[in-house]
C-alpha cells in the first residue's frame, strides 16, 4: 500500500483512503495520511426520548436516555427510516458544537439516566460515543447503542468496555439481503451480536418486517432459531414495522397480522420476550414474565403504566426477568 494511503479498520468495509478521500460512511477520511473524522462533537440531531423508544424494553423502563446522532452511516439500506441524517455529508446537516463534556452535563440537566448513541449508526462516530461514554460512566450514567452491528471486533470490543445496553438492528438472515438492500454483508453483524453478548453488554434485537423483502416466515423462523441457539432464549426481540421512506415510497406499511405472526414464529422458536412496535395503540408492547404468564411491565406507546420487578424478579413467581431494572 502507498505510503500515502490509509485503511480504515473501524469497519468490515475497511475502506483504503488516499489523501482527503472519505470513506463509505462520509465521515472519515484521510489527512496527510493519518485517519480523521469530520464529526466528533458535532452532532445532528440530540433529543430527550423515553428509552422505550430506541427501542429498549429491558432497560431502565421509564427513564429518559439523552439521545444523540451525528450525519452519516456505514450502511446505505433503501428502506432507512432515517435517511436525511445517515445518508448526508455532515456539511449539508446542521451541527451542535456539543463535546463529550457539555453532552454529559445535559444529559444530567434533564435528569437522563442514560446517553443514547443512535437515530443514523453511532459506529461512525466511535471516537465520539467512546469518550462520551467513558465521562457518562465516570458521572453514574449508562450508555446505549442503537446500532447495525456493522463494525469489526477489535473496536467492538474495546468499545463494550463503556457501553451497557445496545440495540442492534438485524435487518434480514440472508446475506443477500444485507448486499443487495443494505450494501453490507450479514455475518459481521451476527458476529457483532455475539460479541456483544459475551462482553456482557444487555442486547436487545430490531428486525424491521418489510412486506415482500424479508417477511418470509420461513427466515424470520430461521432468525429466531439462531438468536436461540447463540445469544440465549431470553434475547428481546421487536419486530418493527414498516413505513415507506427513502428509496420504498411505494411499498405499503407492514401489515399488522404479519407483525402478529412473526411475534408468533418467535415464541414458537423458544424466545421469552417478543415485542411488536412502531404500531401505536397495538398489544404486543407489555413484558411477560415466562413463567407465570403475568404482565410485569405495562406499557403503551413509549410510557410505562405498571411495573412488577424487584430486583429483576417477577413480584408474583419470583421468575428472573433478563434486563437491568434498576
Ligand atoms: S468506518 Fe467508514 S471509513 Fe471506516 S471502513 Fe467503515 S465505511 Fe470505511
Given amino acids: 500500500m502507498s505510503k500515502s494511503i490509509v485503511e480504515c479498520l473501524l469497519c468490515p ?5 488516499a489523501h482527503k478521500e472519505r470513506g463509505d460512511c462520509r465521515v472519515r477520511f484521510n489527512q496527510d495520511g493519518k485517519l480523521m473524522t469530520l464529526i466528533y462533537g458535532k452532532p445532528c440531531a440530540v433529543h430527550v426520548d423515553p428509552i422505550e423508544k430506541k427501542p429498549m424494553f429491558h432497560f431502565l423502563p421509564g427513564t429518559g436516555a439523552f439521545s444523540l446522532a451525528t450525519a452519516g452511516c ?3 439500506c433503501i428502506f432507512c427510516q432515517n435517511w436525511e441524517i445517515s445518508q448526508a455529508n455532515p456539511e449539508d446537516t446542521r451541527n451542535s458544537d456539543l463535546p ?14 442514560s446517553i443514547a448513541y443512535t437515530y ?12 462520551t461514554s467513558q465521562l457518562a460512566r465516570e458521572q453514574g450514567l449508562k450508555n446505549i447503542l442503537v446500532t447495525a452491528g456493522y463494525i469489526n471486533e477489535e473496536p467492538l470490543r474495546k468499545l463494550c ?12 438472515f440472508t446475506d443477500r439481503y444485507y448486499r443487495e438492500i443494505c450494501f453490507g454483508r450479514l455475518k459481521p453483524v451476527l458476529r457483532c451480536l455475539e460479541i456483544m453478548r459475551e462482553e456482557g453488554v444487555m442486547v436487545e434485537v430490531t428486525n424491521l418486517v418489510i412486506p415482500t423483502l424479508n417477511d418470509d416466515f420461513y427466515l424470520i423462523e430461521k432468525m429466531c432459531r439462531w438468536i436461540v441457539e447463540v445469544l440465549g432464549d431470553d434475547v428481546p426481540l421487536h419486530f418493527s414495522r414498516f413505513y ?12 399488522v397480522a404479519t407483525l402478529k405472526k412473526a411475534g408468533e414464529v418467535a415464541k414458537q422458536a423458544g424466545l421469552k420476550y417478543v415485542y411488536i412496535g412502531n404500531v401505536p395503540g397495538q398489544e404486543g408492547e407489555d413484558t411477560i414474565c415466562s413463567q407465570c404468564r403475568r404482565v410485569v411491565v405495562d406499557r403503551i406507546g413509549y410510557q ?3 411495573f412488577f420487578i424487584t430486583d429483576g424478579h417477577c413480584q408474583f413467581c ?5 434486563g437491568v431494572w434498576e
Fill in 13 to 17: 468495509k475497511k475502506c483504503k483512503l
Fill in 120 to 131: 443514523s449508526e453511532p459506529i461512525i462516530f466511535y471516537e465520539y460515543v467512546y469518550d
Fill in 304 to 306: 410505562v403504566n405498571a
Fill in 318 to 322: 419470583n421468575q428472573k426477568i433478563a
Fill in 100 to 113: 463529550p463534556e457539555a453532552v454529559v452535563e445535559l444529559a444530567k440537566r434533564y435528569r437522563c439516566r
Fill in 74 to 76: 456505514n450502511l446505505h
Fill in 161 to 172: 468496555e463503556v457501553i451497557d445496553g445496545a440495540n442492534v438492528d438485524l435487518k434480514g
Fill in 244 to 255: 415507506p421512506r427513502y428509496k420504498l415510497k411505494s411499498l405499503y406499511p407492514t401489515p
